[in-house]
């Protein structure tokens, strides 16, 4: 690759995948855009390439890079807060920032991956196919959802163009620190746990989730642009795991035996289960997750202890 835009790319997501690019790819030319409403310059530490401070929605792409200007696109850009009640400032900021970038990238048909959500699935009990009917249950959720229907209608405008959604389920790692409330669970418990405190969480702990390692999403989003394959995809680890399990897979890494202390959910809608169904994925993109929860966890709190990031 000589040259990449890649939006978003201050925050969590975005900056280990910018980082990853710049180790593989020392020559070549990278562009973050990024308008900092939930990212960080610090996770940028050691970058070399070219920031464009700006929100993706306003800045004019047509303006500033010539037509195929880039050998690829990743666009992670997004409110990523899914509390966020403003339903127009959501589903505007999320979709038309896409929408612009689609326009301007369908000429020369630069290869495009975004991140969708595994929040498109919604309240189910099964294990995510994406064949299963989306039911976003929040206005983020549904920002999503268009994100994968406008590259549906582009994917069959032009069909080699390699244009790649990924549906991410529930990332923990590195540099996720600035997300505060939206960062993974995985990452509220340690800070607790390293603080001596007993891991606060919804009674009674067994709640699943598909936590997947960024170090895993970083190879599927990378795998995604050069695979020529396009379509949505799944990027979980494959598996599911309870609050409970992380709480003990963070007290093997950091050597403690904290019990959690459980409260009511106060939340009526809560999902109790995601996990991904990532054989599409496998096959196509030759996805396959290297990080079970154990050997993730004690990578990132390695990690973690060195960074003193808590
Ligand atoms: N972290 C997860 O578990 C997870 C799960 C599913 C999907 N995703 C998706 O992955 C992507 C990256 O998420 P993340 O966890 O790194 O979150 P993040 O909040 O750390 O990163 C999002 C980045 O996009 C920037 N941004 C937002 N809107 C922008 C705009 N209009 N123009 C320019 N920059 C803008 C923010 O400042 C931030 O740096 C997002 O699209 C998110 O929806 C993440």
């Not at 919604?122 to 983020?140: D, F, H, I, L």
């Not at 997947?212 to 949505?232: C, F, H, I, M, N």
Request: charged residues 25%.
């Amino acid at each position: 690759m000589q040259s990449v835009l890649v939006t978003g790319g201050a925050g969590f997501i975005g900056s280990n995948l910018t980082l990853e690019l710049q180790r593989r790819h020392p020559e070549a030319w990278i562009v973050v855009m990024d308008d900092f409403r939930s990212g960080d310059f610090r996770n940028l530490e050691g970058f070399r390439g070219d920031f464009i401070a700006g929100n993706i929605a306003e800045v004019d792409i047509d303006k500033r890079f010539q037509e195929g200007a880039f050998d690829a696109i990743f666009h992670l850009a997004s409110i990523t807060d899914t509390t966020e009640q403003d339903q127009y400032r959501q589903v505007h900021d999320n979709v038309e920032g896409f929408r612009k970038l689609l326009q301007w990238a369908k000429s020369d048909q630069t290869p495009l991956v975004y991140a969708s959500s595994a929040a498109v699935y919604g309240k189910t009990e099964t294990v995510m196919g994406e064949r299963c009917t989306p039911s976003p249950q929040n206005a983020y959720a549904f920002s999503k959802i268009q994100l994968d229907h406008l590259s549906g209608y582009y994917r069959k405008q032009y069909p080699a163009w390699n244009l790649v959604g990924l549906r991410y389920f529930n990332v923990y790692g590195p540099k996720e620190a600035h997300k505060r409330h939206m960062a993974s669970m995985v990452y509220q418990l340690y800070l607790q746990m390293k603080a001596g405190k007993k891991p606060r969480i919804f009674k009674d702990g067994e709640q699943k989730r598909d936590f997947v390692y960024v170090k895993d999403v970083v190879e599927a989003t990378l795998a995604a642009s050069v695979a020529s394959v396009p379509g949505v995809y799944n990027v979980g680890s494959g598996s599911s795991s309870s609050f409970n399990d992380v709480i003990s897979r963070l007290n093997k890494a950091l050597g403690l035996a904290l019990d959690p202390e459980y409260f009511e959910n106060p939340y009526s809608f809560y999902q109790n289960v995601t996990q991904a169904d990532i054989s599409k994925s496998r096959e196509k993109l030759c996805y396959e997750p290297r990080f079970d929860l154990q050997h993730g966890i004690d990578d990132y709190v390695k990690w973690l202890l060195k960074s003193g990031e808590s």
